[in-house]
Nanobody, 125 residues
Framework: LHLVESGGDLVQPGGSLTLSCAAG????????VAWFRQAPGKEREGVAC????????YYADAVKGRFTIVRGDAKDTVHLQMNSLSPEDTAIYYC???????????????????WGQGTQVTVSS
């Protein structure tokens, strides 16, 4: 499984952006997929997770109500829809996948099998 992120861009505060995580033909329905981000000088943090077990979605408090993780129409893609972006959302965003599902309590610290190389999101006026 090889993951490739796309969709990162420069966007103004209050704007929206959708990131994509593509698995090159692998059916991600059977994989739990998570998004992480890392801002300069900060540790990597979990943003959102979509569980393959039951379709549960988990979000970091900082993005609840603004970000949505969804499976794409294409079986090999998962998206992160981001609204009401602020400069604090500026970071490199990574997607990660694991065949076994993390839980609501460990998804942000789970040892995911596969990671993408990241896509840059910059929120600035």
């Amino acid at each position: 499984l090889h993951l490739v992120e796309s969709g990162g861009d420069l966007v103004q505060p209050g704007g929206s952006l959708t990131l994509s995580c593509a698995a090159g033909g692998y059916n991600l329905d059977y994989w739990s997929v998570a998004w992480f981000r890392q801002a300069p000088g900060k540790e990597r943090e979990g943003v959102a997770c979509l569980s393959s077990r039951d379709g549960s979605k988990y979000y970091a408090d900082a993005v609840k109500g603004r970000f949505t993780i969804v499976r794409g129409d294409a079986k090999d893609t998962v998206h992160l829809q981001m609204n009401s972006l602020s400069p604090e959302d500026t970071a490199i965003y990574y997607c990660a996948a694991n065949f076994w599902s993390p839980t609501a309590s460990d998804w942000a610290n789970f040892d995911y099998e596969t990671w993408g190389q990241g896509t840059q999101v910059t929120v600035s006026s």
